[in-house]
């Protein structure tokens, strides 16, 4: 795609949408960061129909250990991989009350280092919470990438180097949110609908749909 099209394309996704945000629910840099660790392999309406009932519970590091392990999987076990997650919450937890004073760190190092937090995690806090302008690669962002031929890449890794590379600075810190919603909701994996498509004209993808629901 040429520097042209990909300001072209980033414009009118964000004159359809001027303040794109993630669709899971949080009122601070915690609850943010215990959304996106249950997100994994699990819906975002899936997620937040569990936090409505456990935020109100506990929704800091000290109260989440207050729970204990099995109390937290009473509260997120319509989730996937629940038994898993909740191990990490807890452990992460734990770190965040004894080496950040229950505070979420703004460094990626920091976050990685906790558990069940990878990179894309990391992406997604220190740009949501925090307003850096990193980009979070997961499945919509990686298709709508490559298919488009925004930002080709065969990894996950490439695909987040090449879109830090290409996508206009004015649009950096909100990319993330734009690609994943508009992967979501239009550039969809087995029907796209191009028909409905904002930036159908600027799109490199060959097999185009008429398909608009």
Not at 15 to 30: A, K
Not at 89 to 105: K, N, S
């Amino acid at each position: 795609m040429k520097p042209a099209d990909r300001i072209e394309f980033f414009r009118r996704l964000r004159e359809l949408n001027p303040h794109p945000t993630t669709e899971l629910e949080y009122t601070s840099p915690f609850e943010l960061l215990a959304a996106v660790l249950l997100s994994a392999q699990a819906t975002d309406v899936g997620v937040n129909k569990a936090t409505r009932k456990l935020f109100p519970v506990a929704n800091t590091p000290a109260g989440i250990l207050a729970l204990g392990e099995a109390g937290l999987k009473g509260y997120i076990n319509t989730i996937g991989l629940y038994n898993a997650k909740a191990a990490n919450l807890i452990a992460t937890c734990r770190i965040l009350v004894e080496q950040h004073d229950g505070e979420v760190p703004r460094d990626r190092e920091s976050l990685e280092a906790l558990p069940g937090v990878g990179r894309k995690t990391a992406n997604v806090v220190m740009n949501t919470a925090f307003g850096e302008p990193t980009i979070a690669v997961d499945t919509h962002i990686f298709r709508v990438s490559n298919r488009t031929g925004l930002a080709p890449g065969k990894t996950v890794d490439a695909v987040e180097q090449k879109l830090l590379k290409v996508v206009p600075a004015e649009f950096k810190q909100d990319a993330h949110h734009w690609l994943i919603l508009h992967g979501r909701y239009v550039c969809k994996a087995r029907k796209p609908l191009c028909g409905a498509c904002p930036v159908r004209d600027l799109c490199r993808f060959k097999d185009k749909t008429d398909a608009t629901h």
